[in-house]
C-alpha cells in the first residue's frame, strides 16, 4: 500500500480536513478542493498566509460583487489602513480616511490615517452641485506574497487535475520552495491579463503541458487570468510571453511581479 504523502511538506497525510483551491473568501468553485490525504493539516493552516495575500489583492473586487467570506461571513475591506468596507442594512458602506490622524469610521471604530504605504488608498473626492463622486486607484499583483500564493494555487491545481503523483514530483521542487519559504535563485514571475468580459468569475482549466515535458497552468479570479509556468527554472515563460497573445486571444499579457 502506498503511503501518501503531503505535495508541500512531502510528509506522510491523513484525511478530515480538505483545502480549498482558490481561497474560500474569494468563492473557491464547488468542489475545486484537495483532500487531507494530498495537504497536510499543518501546510494548510501554516500556507493559509499566502491565501490570505491573494484575497488582499481582489479585497475590492470580491467585495463589490459581494462574495461572502470564510464560514458565510459578510464581505469586508479592512487590511487597507485608512479604508474601511462593510455590508450595512442600507447597502455596502465605504469610509476613507486621507487626514493624518485616525477618524471615526461610519461602524463607530477608529479608522487609521492615510500613511503613504503600499496598501493605504489615495481617494479623490469631487463635488458638482449637489452631486458628489470619489476616485481612487488600486495597485494590483505589487504584494510581496502575492506571487507564492498564485504559485500554491498553481500546483495544487495540477494535483487537483493529474493527480498527487504528478505534483509530488522532484521537478516541483523549486516550486515548494518558493511558495512554503519564498525562496529561490532568481524571482519566479506569473502572466497575467484582464479577462474579456470583465465579470466576476473563478475557474481554472487542466494543465497545459508542453513539448518538453514542463507544465502550465490556466486559472482565472474575478476579473484576472493566470498563465504560471511551473518548470524548474521557468524555461517555458519566454517562449509564452513570446506567443501568448496569439494563443490566448488578443489582450495584452504581463508579468507580475512587474520586473524592475
Excluded at 461572502?68 to 459578510?74: A, E, L, V
Excluded at 519564498?182 to 524571482?187: I, L, Q, S
Excluded at 468580459?197 to 494543465?207: G, H, S
Aim: aromatic content about 12%; overall charge positive.
Amino acid at each position: 500500500m502506498t503511503e501518501s504523502r503531503c505535495i508541500w511538506c512531502l510528509s506522510p497525510t491523513t484525511c478530515g480536513h480538505k483545502e480549498h483551491i482558490i481561497p474560500e473568501a474569494l468563492g473557491c468553485p464547488d468542489g475545486f478542493v484537495l483532500p487531507g490525504s494530498i495537504v497536510c493539516k499543518k501546510c494548510n493552516n501554516g500556507l493559509a498566509h499566502l491565501d490570505q495575500a491573494v484575497i488582499d489583492e481582489f479585497d475590492f473586487l470580491s467585495f463589490m460583487a459581494s462574495i461572502p467570506r470564510k464560514r458565510g461571513r459578510s464581505p469586508v475591506i479592512k487590511s487597507r489602513g485608512n479604508v474601511l468596507a462593510t455590508m450595512e442594512a442600507s447597502g455596502p458602506t465605504y469610509s476613507f480616511n486621507m487626514e493624518p490622524h485616525p477618524v471615526t469610521a461610519h461602524d463607530g471604530k477608529l479608522l487609521s490615517p492615510f500613511r503613504g504605504a503600499r496598501r493605504n488608498i489615495r481617494f479623490f473626492f469631487k463635488k458638482d452641485d449637489h452631486k458628489a463622486s470619489v476616485s481612487f486607484k488600486v495597485n494590483f499583483g505589487q504584494g510581496p506574497k502575492f506571487a507564492r500564493g498564485l504559485f500554491k494555487i498553481a500546483l495544487s491545481s495540477l494535483a487537483y487535475f493529474l493527480g498527487p503523483t504528478v505534483a509530488l514530483s522532484h521537478q516541483f521542487n523549486t516550486v515548494r520552495e518558493f511558495v512554503r519559504h519564498g525562496r529561490g535563485k532568481d524571482t519566479r514571475y506569473v502572466m497575467h491579463k484582464f479577462a474579456d468580459d470583465r465579470k466576476y468569475l473563478n475557474q481554472a482549466w487542466p494543465p497545459y503541458t508542453s513539448q518538453s515535458g514542463d507544465y502550465v497552468c490556466i486559472f482565472r479570479i474575478a476579473m484576472s487570468e493566470f498563465l504560471v509556468d511551473l518548470s524548474d527554472s521557468q524555461s517555458y515563460l519566454a517562449v509564452l510571453m513570446e506567443n501568448a497573445d496569439n494563443l490566448y486571444t488578443q489582450d495584452k499579457w504581463f508579468l507580475l511581479p512587474p520586473k524592475r
